[in-house]
Nanobody, 126 residues
Framework: VQLQACGGGLVRTSTSLRLSCVPS????????MGWFRQAPGKQREFVAA????????NYADSVKGRFSISRDNAKNTVFLQMNSLKPEDTAVYYC????????????????????WGQGTQVTVSS
């Protein structure tokens, strides 16, 4: 299984970006997804998570009200809409998948995830 994350870039403060993540290869029929980020010199941290059903989501306090996670299961794609970006959002963003997860569960601990994408760089300049 591979996860392909894309959509990062260099943007100014208060602008928006949308990240996408697509699993490929042999996948289970149901999976929960999450986004994490890692800034230079810091540990990887939770950003957002979504259940397979899409009905349940969870966000880190630092991004609540600004970021939104969603998914289109028909297109096998998960999105992270990032609005009102701040310089402190600068990091490499990783998508992660937990296959075989029940429909309404989401996961905020990186240790819960089976597969990880390669990361996409988001840089927010002031």
């Amino acid at each position: 299984v591979q996860l392909q994350a894309c959509g990062g870039g260099l943007v100014r403060t208060s602008t928006s970006l949308r990240l996408s993540c697509v699993p490929s290869g042999r996948t289970f029929s149901v999976y929960a997804m999450g986004w994490f980020r890692q800034a230079p010199g810091k540990q990887r941290e939770f950003v957002a998570a979504i259940s397979w059903s899409g009905s349940f989501t969870n966000y880190a306090d630092s991004v609540k009200g600004r970021f939104s996670i969603s998914r289109d299961n028909a297109k096998n794609t998960v999105f992270l809409q990032m609005n009102s970006l701040k310089p402190e959002d600068t990091a490499v963003y990783y998508c992660a998948a937990k296959f075989g997860a029940p429909g309404n569960n989401y996961y905020t601990d990186l240790l819960d995830y089976n597969y990880w994408g390669q990361g996409t760089q988001v840089t927010v300049s002031s």
